[in-house]
Nanobody, 133 residues
């Protein structure tokens, strides 16, 4: 059974940086894309970034600043989200997700687009990020 396990969350001061990891276990070759989402209390889940696993094409939510970077390590079956210049508004539960298809925003490079929940079928349990002012 495929599982996604996030790690790397914690409490950090504003202005700091953080790298989140998502490790994939199980029969992983069917996943073609991965994404990162976050959800703060009382708010809807928000897509941050996504990556196509075979071509490394990435797409980001254009409404967010350029402080997020998604990457992968095929040898470790892991996907990462690096966040720079953290702000208290970044405090949320961060989820990684995997999908078996290739959504339109990952078809070719340079297409801005937040990952959409419906494009991802498998989800991790989340890792908490808390940013103090």
């Amino acid at each position: 059974q495929d599982q996604l396990v996030e790690s790397g969350g914690g409490s950090v001061p504003a202005g700091g940086s953080l790298s989140l990891s998502c490790e994939i276990s199980g029969y992983t070759t069917r996943f073609r894309c991965m994404g990162w989402f976050r959800q703060a209390p009382g708010k809807e889940r928000e897509g941050i970034a996504s990556i196509r696993l075979d071509t490394n094409v990435t797409a980001y939510n254009p409404s967010l600043s350029g402080r997020f970077t998604i990457s992968q390590d095929n040898t470790k079956r892991a996907v990462y989200l690096h966040i720079d210049n953290l702000d208290p508004e970044d405090s949320a539960l961060y989820y990684c997700a995997a999908g078996t298809g290739v959504p339109w925003y990952l078809m070719v490079p340079g297409r801005p687009g937040p990952p959409r929940r419906g494009d991802f079928s498998h989800w991790g349990q989340g890792t908490q990020v808390t940013v103090s002012s």
